[in-house]
């Protein structure tokens, strides 16, 4: 059974940094190009990060881009995602998910898992 686990999330600042895991199991993450996704509430689904499964492609949202910075151990079977100099704008439930698909990382119907999501929420 396929799972990945979300974790990091909470509550800071505006300007502070966390940063996201994504655990995944039953799996061999280095087979799978991992991205992460968020959805505030009353919004759509908006991507925010991909990365190759050998991790030699990163993709970032302009909204992030020199803030955020995805990565990946795949011998820990783990993906991560920095966040710096965070805004209120990026208060939402990020999510992370896996898929074999390549091209257009940043299309979430691409994707073939998904984790249950962990919360984030900056203040002003």
């Known amino acids: 059974q396929v799972q990945l686990v979300e974790s990091g999330g909470g509550l800071v600042q505006a300007g502070g940094s966390l940063r996201l895991s994504c655990a995944a199991s039953?799996?061999?993450?280095?087979?799978?190009?991992m991205g992460w996704f968020r959805q505030a509430p009353g919004k759509e689904r908006e991507f925010v990060a991909a990365i190759s499964g050998s991790g030699g492609r990163k993709d970032h949202a302009n909204s992030v881009k020199d803030r955020f910075t995805i990565s990946r151990d795949n011998a820990k079977q783990t993906v991560y995602l920095q966040m710096n100099s965070l805004i209120p704008e990026d208060t939402a439930v990020y999510s992370c998910?896996?898929?074999?698909?390549?091209?257009?990382?940043?299309?979430?119907?691409?994707?073939?898992?998904w984790g249950q999501g962990t919360q984030v929420t900056v203040s002003s």
């Open positions: 039953g799996l061999s993450i280095g087979t799978y190009h």
């Open positions: 998910a896996a898929t074999v698909w390549f091209n257009d990382l940043s299309e979430f119907r691409k994707y073939d898992y």
